[in-house]
């Protein structure tokens, strides 16, 4: 299937597929996956959920949540279209490839390896590293660089546990925080938008069991800190 957009979703939102278990779509940076107390209509949940029923609030189809992204992350979700999928989706879910790009600062002096610490969260809902075995949770992020300039790196980043803001925290802890990280990088006041993408997932479709993999290239301020802002050299 090709994405594509549809009126009732908001823009930046791309359907990448769709059948009668499950429903993939590109999330843009800014929009959150579910909603809050504060926000409950201005989320990917609530766009998908009026594309599904067509804008018939009266329709009893909907969706199902199976993860999330942080609200300045961008990047490929899938969702549930009945109960049932969803719980197997969530079975399987440690055994799905998450994959990432991320535009980070600085230059690694190790272009590949594996990040590891255990990853607890304070009253002010700041996650970090603690040498508390019992309190912290177990994380780990596996990296490679795929390209540098004089400020920024590229790095791919596969996911081998799934724990909140894990990769934010784990680049901030080497030194190299990820671009127009708020909360823990460096400030970046002149970049309005995080430079942290979910390009890829792959996963056993829930009724057939056969693997999938959805990919969505990265959004463009990714090539513009890099220097492709031509897109000659556009990111996938």
Known sequence: MEPFTNKHLPRGVMILH???DILVANKPAGLLTMGTEKEKVRTLYYALTDYVRKGNVKSRNRIFIVHRLDREVSGVLVFAKTEAAKFRLQDQW???EKTYLAVVHGELVEKEGTITSYLTENSAFVVHSTNDTRNGKLSQTAYRVLRETRLYSLLEIRLL???KHQIRVHMADEGHPIVGDKKY????R?????????VSLTLNHPRTGRPMTFEWKAPAHFNH????????????
């Not at 990088?185 to 970046?188: L, N, P, Y």
């Not at 002149?190 to 979910?198: E, F, G, V």
């Open 161 to 163: 546990t799934g724990r």
């Open 225 to 236: 800190l890099l220097g492709g802002a031509s897109g000659e050299e556009r990111i996938k």
């Open 18 to 20: 769709e059948d009668h």
């Open 185 to 188: 990088g460096k400030g970046d």
């Open 190 to 198: 002149d970049q309005k938008l995080m430079a942290l993408h979910a």
């Open 94 to 96: 440690d055994a799905s």
